[in-house]
């Protein structure tokens, strides 16, 4: 900050909102105004989370274009609905997530807007149960984790999981890091199709962390935002059913932005499982007494889709295909991707729609001037925008910048 805008800042403090300091755009939207500006036909964007097809496009799914007609021709009130939103969207989600298992009165959900509402709420609910708890959030992550938890007023620890330069889950790590954790403490998870890095943990290594949960008394919150993009919809929910069936509390915030194809129309949930029914019950009225004063009430519109897509044979079997395309599409493209350097080879066995490259600031700077190739400062791709047609194109790009790993070209 330079004097003259310390200075001003100082005085304009005394006026009303002059204390505030101005706050840096967001990074990714304003790699969309860049990847514009660029009159570059070869460019490629590989900046923001979004499916794309095989056209560079992110259509609106057939199965949610069928329902809204459906609800176009039936839909008879706009009246408001509660605070938990549109109950029967909520049931019919929660057999997508959790499947045929009934947690019984011990699992309550509530309709958010969106997985980031659903983050938003929990955070909420956990700050009004215990302002103590601190959340433990493995880096790198999503980058708006950590200021949902703290605007909520809880503290954030970081941990690490993952190494960079192997691309690999590094698990000792995050046991290590875990070992500060405190009983009642957060342990924020991706569910699946881990945002940015792809990653996953192996089935043993989820089952040791529910097991060092019960051991610890740490609560896990799951993050699902990607179910049905990484491995099938029952696969990328595997690890959420084990730990709801494993420990005596959790939370699961969803987002049906992506596997949808909603995002702006805010689709989400918030599920608590609690230790007894009795607990349950105050952390349901809870939910909807920190939601009433966070929107009041969820938007309806891509719920109702959602609600709409489920309850009708045709059109979820419909949606369950060309899910299965979509993610055909990005497994395909990890593959083909993978198969260029030996630094990419990680990329096949990751999964979702993002993958973290091991480049630095400097290279994904280059990549952009000298080749209009668009992505995140850190290095995060969108594997969707790539073609089948530009993943060599891409890979001989990124060839000077990346360095051969052990045996490899
Ligand atoms: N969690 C993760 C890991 C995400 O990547 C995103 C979206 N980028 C969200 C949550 C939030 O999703 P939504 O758009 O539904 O708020």
């Known amino acids: 900050m330079t004097l ?16 505030l300091a101005a706050q840096p755009a967001d990074a990714l939207l304003s790699l969309i105004a860049l990847y514009r500006a660029d ?3 070869q460019k490629i964007d590989l900046g923001v989370g979004v499916f794309r097809n095989d056209a560079g496009d992110t259509p609106v799914m ?6 809204e007609a459906v609800l176009l021709e039936t839909q008879v009130t706009k009246s408001y609905l509660g605070a938990e ?8 989600l929660a057999g997508i997530v959790f499947g045929d298992r009934t947690a019984g009165e011990r699992l309550n959900g509530v309709q958010t807007p969106g997985g980031t509402g659903a983050l938003r709420l929990g955070a909420e609910l956990v700050a009004r149960a215990n302002r103590e708890a601190r959340v433990w959030i493995g880096t790198p992550t999503w980058p708006n984790h950590a200021p949902i938890f703290a605007e909520a007023g809880l503290s954030t620890r970081s941990h690490r999981f993952y190494d960079a330069v192997s691309g690999r889950i590094d698990f000792d790590a995050m046991l290590n890091d875990l070992a500060e954790a405190r009983a009642g403490d957060i342990l924020l998870l991706h569910g699946c199709c881990h945002n940015p890095t792809g990653s996953a943990f192996t089935p043993e290594q989820w089952l040791a962390v529910s097991d060092l949960c019960a051991a610890r008394g740490l609560i896990p919150f799951i993050d699902l935002a990607y179910q049905g993009l990484g491995d099938g919809l029952a696969e990328d929910a595997a690890a959420t059913r084990m730990i709801v069936d494993a420990l005596p509390a959790a939370l699961v ?9 909603l995002y702006r129309e805010r689709v989400g949930a918030l599920w608590a499982l609690s230790a007894n029914g009795a607990i349950a019950e105050r952390v349901r009225t809870n939910m909807l007494s920190l939601a009433r ?5 969820p938007p309806d519109h891509g719920a109702a889709i959602v609600r709409t897509i489920l309850e009708n044979d045709a059109l979820r079997a419909d949606w369950r295909d060309e899910l299965d395309a979509m993610r055909a599409r990005l497994n395909g493209l990890r593959a ?4 260029m350097h030996s630094r990419l080879a990680p990329i096949a066995d990751q999964r979702g729609m993002f993958a973290m490259l091991p480049l630095t600031h400097e290279a994904v700077a280059a990549l952009r001037e000298e080749h ?37 070209p």
């Open 372 to 408: 209009g190739i668009y992505m995140a400062g850190n290095g995060r791709i969108n594997i969707a925008g790539l073609r089948a047609d530009t993943v060599a194109v891409f890979a001989q790009a990124l060839r000077p910048h990346l360095h051969a790993g052990e045996g490899g």
């Open 62 to 67: 057939r199965a949610v274009k069928a329902a």
């Open 293 to 297: 004063s966070l929107w009041s009430m």
């Open 336 to 339: 083909a991707l993978a198969a």
């Open 253 to 261: 915030a969803y987002s049906g932005d992506k596997n949808f194809g």
């Open 85 to 92: 939103g549109d109950a029967a969207y909520t049931a019919l």
């Open 4 to 19: 003259d805008t310390l200075s001003a800042r100082a005085a304009s403090a005394s006026l009303p909102f002059g204390a």
């Open 39 to 41: 009159d570059r036909p």
